[in-house]
């Protein structure tokens, strides 16, 4: 982990969680939601003694889906095919995912403890965000007698 010191600030140097903080922040705030997380993540430290930018991107990796169904019409009839994705979309869907969540999510006021009450919810695996990706599989496996559709 690499830190950088920035206006007497320490930055966390990861690409996947300055995409999280830009897909957060509304009109520009992103000190607003850099604190939050930044101090989200100072709290999971003490909690559970990991290095908490490596299990932010543990749990991330945890909730990305690794394929994604597509519509296709054929005469009248529509299609859902399954369609694997690249590492690089995997990780902005499972990002999308989880902000989704966390805007959503109406238990706290404070962006801080949104995020922390959903990252404590994914390490015990009740996050709503593991039956997003099992109804999507659940999906992909009964559409898949149609993935000879699939053009790539």
């Not at 909730?63 to 009248?76: D, H, V």
């Not at 989880?98 to 404070?110: G, L, P, R, T």
Request: aromatic share 12%.
């Amino acid at each position: 982990m690499e830190l950088r010191k920035i206006n007497n600030k320490y930055l966390y140097n990861s690409i996947l969680i300055k995409k999280f903080v830009n897909g957060l922040a509304k009109a520009g705030k992103v000190q607003i939601v850099e604190r939050a997380l930044f101090k989200t993540l100072a709290n999971l430290k003490f909690k559970t003694y990991l290095n908490p930018l490596v299990l932010f991107l543990f749990l991330l990796n945890e909730i990305k889906p690794c394929i994604i169904l597509k519509s296709l019409r054929l005469g009248s009839v529509v299609y859902q095919i399954p369609m694997p994705l690249s590492l690089r979309k995997q990780f902005s869907k499972s990002i999308k995912l989880f902000i989704n969540i966390i805007k959503i999510s109406k238990q706290a006021e404070c962006l801080d403890v949104k995020i922390e009450n959903e990252l404590t919810l994914l390490l015990k695996g009740r996050s709503s965000l593991y039956k997003t990706n099992f109804a999507l599989y659940q999906t992909a496996s009964n559409a898949r007698a149609f993935a000879h559709y699939r053009w790539d």
